[in-house]
């Protein structure tokens, strides 16, 4: 059973249409969730970290936030330069250990 | 430098081939992990160093060897893969095994023949 959970797998979007990504999450003692954005043929790149819920991070067009079961990434006016495939990632402590688990990801693409 | 270099981008192999993947930080990280990225899929953990040492084996089969020589050089010894081991291997680092952000390479793309 997955623990991470990214829905939808695929997105498209007008230049300009808002929309929102989406992590739930099944994991107990969650110790933080992260997402990355991987463009094809390349390794993850970091973007944010959050500890617990209520918290929020912004940058640039991008605002992730955190509830009890699920992280919700937006995209504000989004532009063709940000299409990637946004991945989900949460650390749980598993004796001792905290290896982040990865969700399938969100492929977006941008149309200008 | 904030960088992880993986070297090479790209390999092709036989199934009787040995070869190498190297990757390279120098961040000061204790941390450096492997992972096998098929596509459309999430990155799957193979290995975990920290201090050098191996800290986890996601059982992974034997023909894939890590090592790390040192704080800076994690390498995947590959030897007798199938064509199903075909697939981008990742290395990452960070601080140290933790709750701690991981800064990924490029990836090495692996083609087994």
């Known amino acids: 059973e997955d623990q991470v959970t990214q829905s939808p797998e695929a997105l498209r979007l007008q230049e300009g249409e808002s929309s929102s990504l989406n992590c739930s999450y099944t994991?107990?003692?969650?110790?933080?969730l992260f997402w990355y954005r991987q463009d094809p043929g390349k390794g993850p790149e970091f973007l944010f970290t959050?500890?617990?819920a209520g918290e929020e991070k912004e940058k640039e067009r991008l605002k992730a936030t955190l509830t009890k079961k699920e992280s919700f990434l937006h995209i504000t006016a989004p532009k063709p330069e940000d299409s990637a495939t946004y991945l989900c990632a949460v650390q749980a402590e598993a004796g001792g250990s905290y290896i982040p688990t990865f969700g399938r990801g969100t492929s977006l693409i941008v149309h200008p | 430098d904030t960088e992880v270099t993986q070297t090479p981008k790209h390999l092709v192999m036989g199934m009787t081939n040995k070869k190498s993947l190297k990757c390279e930080q120098h961040?000061?990280?204790?941390?450096m992990y492997w992972y096998k990225q098929k596509a459309k899929k999430p990155p799957e953990l193979m290995f975990v160093y920290s201090y050098e040492k191996l800290s986890i084996n996601e059982s992974v089969p034997s023909r894939f060897s890590p090592e790390c020589p040192n704080s800076s050089l994690l390498n995947l010894h590959l030897h007798a893969l199938q064509p199903e081991d075909s697939a981008l291997y990742l290395c990452a680092s960070s601080p140290t095994q933790g709750l701690n952000v991981l800064t990924f390479g490029a990836g090495s793309r692996l083609t087994v023949l």
């Open positions: 961040m000061g990280h204790r941390a």
């Open positions: 994991v107990s003692g969650l110790r933080g």
């Open positions: 959050l500890y617990s």
